[in-house]
């Protein structure tokens, strides 16, 4: 079973002789249930910003990897060139 703030809202308990103030009950688990609902869009919220940087990540990966061969290029190309001027 998935709790939800919607499941912790409409919550029922029984009632016994000197049990819990029911008002209470129910307000504590309003409470509840806002807080609970607030740390769900967080985590939502916190899920999209994995996805983001991932892909960035991945881009940043790609582009790196370019420069590093461009890099390496300009490098044997240099090496060349100074060969030939020998």
């Known amino acids: 079973m998935a ?16 049990g819990y103030d029911p008002i209470e009950v129910k307000g504590y688990l309003e ?18 910003e994995i ?14 990897a370019k420069l590093e061969d461009d890099i390496e290029t300009a490098l044997k190309t240099t090496d060349d060139v100074r060969r030939e001027g020998e």
């Open 3 to 18: 709790i939800t703030p919607q499941a912790i809202k409409d919550q029922e308990f029984q009632t016994k002789f000197r």
């Open 51 to 64: 996805e983001v940087l991932s892909q960035e990540k991945g881009l940043l990966e790609e582009m790196n």
């Open 31 to 48: 409470l509840v249930a806002e807080e609970f609902f607030e740390l769900l869009e967080k985590v939502r919220q916190q899920e999209e």
